[in-house]
């Protein structure tokens, strides 16, 4: 029998990452769904890009799913075209250049073409007026989180992602999911046992792994790519949200907090808001030293 | 003698993928075995990140003295962007491994795992 979820307008506030995560709870192990919009009339990167995971999840695991294009109003249609959404979830649909960033979804880890569309559809879309360096550093940074994802979250549906630029907020955003196993089981997967015979808490876990040099690969020395993607957004203004398990990690006005969260997601959200004023990005400018040993 | 490793020409102009990073590692290794100094060339790459240098260079703390990568192994063409995370991988690196208590820790908890699939 068929089920229909009643999608509502979601932002990317604390509460509406709750929603997403009801509704991946509800609606997962679903046969026959129909999604249905008339109670919707926007949403934001991130719930676009988590909305994908779960048709796309979905329809992996053997269900199906409609989407009620009848029921959107014209605007969240214009949205959801334009940013590739509907033409990727198999709605006859033509995407096209506007505010709206490219929803995506990557199976496995395409560097070149992942970095190509931070440069070229995100970043380098010039809303933000820095050099070619500076997007350069910037789109190096941003990619610190796929890499994570793709070597951390092991799972089994890829990476799915979208961005959005708000124009009168001046904020250039970007959300990027995994449905994996998630930052805390990666984290308590290679604690020391002796160290932490009770274990450790997700908000704690979450805390360790954006430590640097906090590493779940033992052969290597690795562990700085959310260490580095912290202090970027950190000092250039900008806001992040983790969320994986019940954590919540913040970070904003170069401050950082964690916290357990009311309700569970398995897997990994982080989403990210640039600030679009060049001068925030100042401090970025170019040095010439190089390395030392 | 010196060595020089154009890393445009080897891995194009990111540098980001672990995967990169084990060839241009493999490269400065067989280098620096052979007696030779390394000079790796950055110029015309435009994005860098930290898995790609953990593989490249932080490995190489596994077989090399922090001294001898100092006086051996030099780099030109880093952005600043580039340079900044290299040098985190670098202090990260030689942690990592001279810290022989933690990694002996964390070999006890792998084999513990292991041993228990």
């Keep these: ?293 | 003698m010196t060595m020089k490793i154009n890393v445009l020409s080897q891995v194009g102009e990111n540098c980001i993928t672990p995967e990169d990073g084990e060839l241009i590692h493999q490269l400065i290794c067989t280098g620096l075995s052979n007696g030779n100094s390394v000079e790796l060339d950055f110029t015309g790459v435009r994005i860098f990140a930290s898995p790609f240098f953990n593989v490249a260079i932080g490995q190489l703390f596994e077989d090399f003295k922090r001294d001898m990568l100092k006086e051996h192994l030099t780099f030109v063409g880093l952005t600043g962007h580039g340079s900044r995370v290299l040098q985190r991988v670098i202090e990260n690196a030689e942690l990592f491994y001279s810290n022989q208590t933690y990694r002996m820790a964390l070999k006890t908890v792998i084999t513990q795992k292991s041993e228990s699939y």
């Design chain 1, 1 to 293: 029998m068929s089920q229909t979820l009643y999608l509502s307008t979601i932002n990317d506030k604390i509460e509406d990452f709750y929603t997403l995560f009801s509704l991946w709870e509800t609606f997962k192990d679903v046969r026959d769904l129909q999604i249905d919009f008339s109670d919707c009339r926007f949403l934001r990167q991130n719930a676009v890009a988590f909305l994908g995971g779960i048709i796309y999840n979905i329809r992996n695991n053997g269900g199906k799913v409609s989407i009620n294009i009848g029921s959107m109003s014209p605007e969240l249609l214009m949205n959801l075209a334009q940013n590739g959404f509907l033409s990727a979830v198999g709605v006859n649909s033509n995407p096209w250049e506007g505010n709206s960033i490219p929803y995506r979804h990557d199976t496995v880890n395409k560097p070149t073409l992942i970095t190509r569309y931070l440069q070229e559809q995100w970043i380098g879309r010039e809303w933000i007026a820095v050099s070619e360096k500076l997007a350069d550093t910037i789109t190096g940074t941003v990619w610190e989180i796929y890499a994570n994802a793709f070597e951390h979250g092991k799972s089994s549906s890829g990476v799915f992602s979208c961005g959005q630029y708000f124009p009168k907020l001046k904020e250039l955003n970007l959300t990027v999911i995994d449905f994996g196993i998630g930052i805390p089981a990666s984290v308590r997967g290679f604690l020391d046992p002796k160290k932490y015979p009770e274990g450790i808490s997700a908000d704690k876990a979450l805390e360790m792994a954006f430590q640097g040099g906090f590493t779940t690969k033992p052969k290597i020395s690795r562990g700085l790519g959310l260490e580095i993607l912290k202090r970027f957004i950190q000092i250039t203004g900008g806001r992040m949200d983790v969320y994986s398990h019940e954590a919540h990690g913040l970070f904003s006005n170069g401050d950082e907090h964690f916290h357990l969260t009311k309700a569970f997601f398995e897997g990994t959200i982080v989403n990210i808001m640039l600030q679009c004023d060049e001068e925030c990005y100042y401090i970025l400018e170019e040095n010439s030293e190089q390395p030392e040993f």
